[in-house]
């Protein structure tokens, strides 16, 4: 009997698994074929983000050791995998071991040098290839390994040399690969039944139309998109709202681009009404919006689905464009998409790359700031150069400048032929403070009000805040800073939001900032209005519990339909700042009015666990709402 383990391992430090569909489709794959049953017995082994070596080497190697461990290999584990499988070979000289997934693809002249323990790298999909390698092993045991009529691959020989097969075809009819959910290679359930990953994955389709110089997506780029059926899909649907998954996450690279997902969306909404279940989509959005996006939009609306709208501009600057092969996406026409979407009251956010040629920090900060006006959050991520990107292949025309990641093997862009070292290193720390503040949404109901009143555009708060912690002395704020990376990677988001959340004297700080910098620049009649601001902003954060910890002051569990959720204590302010915010134009022009008023904030628990995913962190914002009358006569008694 072959014995295969298949290795994954999620980016996020949680407490619940991460889906491992990529090896779910090997797997499946493998289960599948009859005529493997009596020879090949093929096994999971999916980690969290935050595990540890030696706890993953304990899982893979305890007990019987397998002949072939296959890795689903991305940025956030190249590392890790790589020693594992050289943990293997020492255990194992005869094992195979097989290296997929878009950071090693095609990339195997780095892989087999840097680790030369690794014997097989899959280029493209890698189901059908898979199969076939295994089916190779099987009728070659005890030969030399030279598997040269399997497509799609490269592979070390047995004299050291290594040999690349010609590339395969994508597969043309997708559900040929049996459905990893349908036919359980994925479970559904932990030992409680519960459903047992953060959210689920679905693929609806393969392939993308563009060839955003960025972007690999799985080498599927400039090519013509291809669908599961719509029967698999309404059955894995159906199978996801019986096991109640909260959210359905697509890895689909333009969804709304289809005539197919409309359909998707009338199973989707089918699916809750029969289960209640999921209760969110989150996906990559087509960059050109049709009328198709606008009809998906409402009816997710109109059936009450949390969707994440993304505009994925990456920049608004047109040298940059033009360099990205973006120049023409009617994504571009962003600021009429917004007020549309804002006229049907649905909230959408901005992503933005920093570091891409043709960009500047002003030309930056210029359009973050134009975006900041229009949209309520901008994610903000650093350049990286992917594998097989055209980045890559056209590094020196851009005079890129680079350094692998600290925590990761991802390539980070220091500089190129628009930005210096140190222009790049500063935009760094700016970065940072945008994606704590901004993306993560420490700050959010003050940035209209910052810059209507006070005459701060976004970027010049977010600086505001860095330099007034940069000039202090407090030790709060001496230690916090020398926890900031070079490089603004997601793990030092995390850690510094968990500093922000956890910590009073860095949360005094931030309240310094508004009292001494930000306030005084507000008009006269504005500054109390201004002040009572900034504590509805810290009772709409989200509400930080560390496991088995206290709830912070003003807290208490509730019990809401079966479920915890958590309650603020009665608290007052001198103005109605929900009104006030949903209304600002009026208020704007009227002047503000004193009108104290008691709200209740209520927030989804489980932050702690889903704090370094922002779009599932989003969902656990605190929310006010009016006391009622009988309400404050319970409190009062």
Known sequence: MLQIRLVQQGAWDMPVDS?????????????ADRDLDTEVAAEICNFRGGQQLQ????????GDIPDVLAFSVLGWNYRSFGVLAETFKQINPRGLVVFGGNHVAYQSERVFREYPWVDVVVNGEGEHTFHELVTYLLAHRGEDFDPADVAGLSYRRADGESHSTPDRDRIADLDVVPSPFLTGAIPMSDAAGNFRYDVALMETNR?????????????????????????????????????????????????????????????LTKTRERYGYPQALITSWAKNKSQRFYNIVRKLKQHGFQSLFTLALQTLDDAALTDMLRKNMKVNQWESLVEWLTEEGLECYGELIWGAPGETPDSFLEGYDRLAKKVSRIAVYPMLLLPNTSYVENREVHGFVTIRGEDDDFEYVLANRTSTLAENLEMQRFVFWARVLGEQQYLRHVWQ???????????????????????????????????????????????????????????????????EVAVPTFPAKWQTFAEALYDYECWSRQV?????????????SIDQDGAEWYESDLVL??????????????????????????????????????????????????????AAAV?????AG
């Open 207 to 267: 392939g993308c139309p563009y060839k955003c110089s960025f972007c690999y997506w799985g080498g599927a780029v400039g090519q013509k998109m291809r669908s599961f059926s719509t029967g698999r899909l309404a059955a894995e649907l159906d199978l996801f709202g019986f096991h109640k998954a909260p959210s359905i996450v697509l890895c689909d690279s333009n969804f709304g681009l289809l005539e197919a997902d409309e359909e998707f969306v009338e199973l």
């Open 449 to 515: 009000p910052l810059h209507d009143l006070a005459g701060f555009t976004q970027s010049q708060a977010i600086r505001s805040l860095k330099e007034y912690f940069e000039r202090s002395k407090d030790p709060a704020a001496v230690a916090f800073l020398s926890k900031i990376p070079v490089l603004a990677e997601s793990p030092a988001i995390a850690e510094a939001l968990r500093s922000l959340h956890s910590q009073a004297d860095l949360q005094a700080l931030v309240r310094q900032w508004w009292q």
């Open 55 to 62: 706890e993953m080497a304990r899982a893979l190697f305890t």
């Open 544 to 556: 930080y519990v560390v496991p088995d910890g206290a709830l912070p002051p003003g807290w208490h």
């Open 573 to 626: 302010l001198p103005y109605d700042l929900p009104t006030a915010l949903e209304n600002w134009a009026g208020i704007l022009e009227s002047g503000p009015k004193a009108e104290p008023t008691t709200f209740l904030f209520s927030a989804r628990p489980g932050y702690y666990h889903n704090l370094d995913n922002y779009e599932i962190a989003a969902q656990h914002l605190a929310v006010a709402r009016k």
């Open 19 to 31: 889906m491992p569909l990529a090896v779910g489709y090997l797997k499946a794959v493998i289960d």
């Open 631 to 635: 309400e404050l006569l319970k409190r």
